[in-house]
């Protein structure tokens, strides 16, 4: 059982390994003590932590993706670091067969996200690999723009959004070059992800805001910023204001950029002379530039230092990122 009064969750059911989807790699586990012959009054073996390892596919729009089971019919969710919590599209409702909230339920009903109320719903059974979620609260969302992109490239619509509110207490290890995620089959037993080997990396602490928003000190061109980590976004965009204040120069393209409730925003890109994100320097990278009122609440692009854009996938995926979220560590290689 997952517990812990930060999230929303309800239950987490423990399914066998014969029961996990055909893309799920094997159930890694740590050594067990041996129980055979135990005495009358001999204290009960050690339990040790057991792992679900599940490889995920990148789409064309840079995007992070996993098979998942929504009561019962097979799904692919986005892997979203940025998302505080797992979302499934409006128009996928029907399909999954989603419930409303019971009349008993201490849930909201509708969650605010980006400034616009969304309905909650139940999934009775959402399952990742041998990982069964029992009743698991979700927000229903427009993925109108997402998947109107996937049908222009002629790939996989996404169903949803995996988001903080399982990644988190599952404590969840996401190896963005490898797209491999790793999760805690019973987060309250020690034990570290295996497969997952951080040596010649370098550590980078990662902030937690009250919204389950991961943040990373970073300096660009000098001057010190946070950065929000967000697989979710294809790329590493920067708040056009603090660029403007920069005086960094930006040159125009056709493409644009959207998030939930929000309407599509123009993206320009910029030439960024050095960009650090902890100790890792990256010297002469183009980035996206865009308005991110709205997106970045809480006067947090004000703030001291600001956060001055997200930390999109292209970095995380050439720095071969890994993201603990047990340890709310980054870990970046140069």
Not at 165 to 183: E, G, S
């Amino acid at each position: 059982m997952v517990k812990g009064s930060l999230f929303w969750r309800k239950g987490l059911a423990i399914a066998s390994a014969a029961a996990a989807l055909l893309l799920a790699l094997p159930i890694f586990a740590s050594p067990r003590s041996g129980s055979a012959g135990l005495h009358p009054g001999s204290p009960a073996p050690r339990r040790n932590a057991e792992f679900q390892a599940l490889p995920l596919m990148r789409s064309r729009q840079n995007h992070l993706l996993v098979r998942a089971s929504i009561n019962g019919k097979p799904a692919w969710l986005g892997v979203d670091s940025g998302a505080p919590v797992t979302a499934i599209a409006a128009h996928r409702r029907e399909y999954f067969r989603l419930t409303g909230l019971p009349s008993a339920s201490k849930l909201p009903a509708r969650l605010q996200i980006n400034g616009a109320f969304n309905n909650v719903s139940i999934v009775r059974s959402l399952r990742l690999g041998g990982l069964n979620l029992i009743d698991e609260p979700v927000v229903i969302v427009n993925l109108g723009g997402s998947n109107r992109a996937a049908r222009m490239v002629e790939e996989q619509q996404i169903d949803g959004i995996l988001g903080a509110d399982i990644l988190f207490p599952t404590k969840a290890v996401l190896d963005c070059k490898r797209r491999l995620l790793v999760l805690n089959m019973d987060p309250e037993l020690p034990g570290r992800a295996p497969g997952i080997d951080t040596r010649g990396f370098k550590a980078v602490p990662m902030q937690v805001s009250e919204g389950f928003n991961l943040y990373v000190p970073a300096t660009i061109n000098g001057r010190a910023a946070r950065l929000m980590v967000d697989t979710g976004a294809f790329a590493t965009l920067l708040h056009r204001p603090f660029v403007r204040k920069m005086r960094i120069p930006t040159r125009q393209t056709p493409y644009s950029s959207a998030a939930v409730n929000l309407k599509q925003r123009g993206v320009d890109v910029a030439r960024i002379s050095k960009l650090s994100v902890g100790s890792i320097d990256i010297v002469g990278r183009e980035v996206g530039v865009m308005d991110m009122e709205g997106l970045i609440h809480d006067g947090l692009l004000e703030g001291s230092p600001p956060v001055a854009g997200l930390l999109g996938a292209e970095i995380l995926d050439r720095h071969h990122g890994i993201i603990d979220f047990g340890t709310r560590t980054l870990y970046l290689h140069r």
